[in-house]
DNA sequence: AGCTAAAATGTGTATATACTTATATTAGAG
DNA sequence: CTCTAATATAAGTATATACACATTTTAGCT
């Protein structure tokens, strides 16, 4: 890959390429364009799509800390602790001082539940639209592919 | 899919199910992840890789508008507004008033070009790496299904 | 017990992001 | 030519995000 940038004019052409080739990029763009989709299937419900996970992610984890959620999102500590205490406000969940006063202790409330509950439903539908759309096998491969980029990038990089 | 999603206890695997399977999340999260790999990469540049994507734009485009511009990244105008107002701070390029003088005109510096120049091999380094840990072929598909993917999500939807 | 290192979180700051609303400018109907 | 509608952008506001640094609390060594 010995190229050799110079000119200017080159950089219509290489511009193209590293549009088309960027994985950060395409990842991102693509992210964003998803991310509305799934706010708006979730309005009904007064969440967007972030807040589903993180609530999701604490239902399934019941009464852990910042710290321990924050590892399996892949998320800064202090962006998971930002994004709950706005879920806090809304009173979705409680964030309370654990037996080691170090430790946040993080709960849904009954409101969480229930407003999940409500969620649930509007989140498959989309789901089962790019399953349509996609189809059930790329849709599978490109999950997986995710998942496996995350976890190499988690551990090795 | 008839589902009764009532007792708590039934979140735990609800939420590990949502984990795995929502498109949005699992994007989001590896964008997340890889977005600090670039940005890390760039820094020799002093660049994050969503400015490096849209320093690149530019220079394709060069001398157009801020709408021009959003379409292809699937940006709204007033996100790419304001991130281009960082680059102009920082001297990388220029937005200008056009003929029109409704539509901004912008335009990459002298310095804008030599920092691309600069950071295009450090960008490369990080596209390498991904090739060699998942393989030409899987990355293949993954570019391609982001692609599609956001084809779709911007017009059907 | 007392001091120091480790652990968990919060805060300051900067960027990325979108939606809604406001503002300015042009184009088009009459 | 004038008023109105369309176009392009900016500004206000809220969320999402990470990094560096500060703070608090615990654990472990001596």
Redesign the pocket.
């Known amino acids: 890959m010995e190229h050799v940038y110079s000119p200017k004019e080159n950089f219509k052409e290489i511009s193209r390429k590293t549009g088309k080739a960027c994985v950060c990029f395409n990842l991102?763009?693509t992210?964003?364009?998803l991310?509305?989709i799934y706010?708006?299937a979730l309005k009904p419900a007064e969440?967007?799509?972030?807040?589903f996970?993180?609530l999701m992610a604490v239902a399934g984890q019941d009464n852990?800390?910042?710290?321990?959620?924050?590892q399996p999102?892949?998320?800064?500590?202090?962006?998971?602790?930002?994004?709950?205490?706005?879920?806090e406000?809304?009173g979705l969940l409680t964030?309370e001082?654990?037996?080691?006063?170090?430790?946040?202790?993080?709960k849904l409330t009954e409101k969480g539940t229930s407003v999940l509950r409500r969620a649930l439903p509007l989140w498959e539908g989309v789901q089962e639209s790019l399953a349509r759309e996609m189809g059930e096998e790329r849709l599978k491969t490109l999950l997986k592919d995710l998942q496996s980029l995350s976890q190499w990038l988690k551990s090795d990089f």
Chains 1, 2 share one sequence.
């Not at 969440?47 to 807040?51: I, R, V």
């Not at 999102?73 to 879920?87: E, F, H, Q, V, Y």
């Open positions: 991102r763009k992210a964003r364009l991310s509305q706010d708006q969440l967007k799509g972030t807040q996970s993180l852990t800390s910042i710290g321990k959620l924050a999102l892949g998320m800064d500590r202090s962006t998971l602790s930002r994004n709950a205490k706005i879920l406000k809304k964030i001082e654990g037996e080691d006063r170090r430790r946040q202790s993080i």
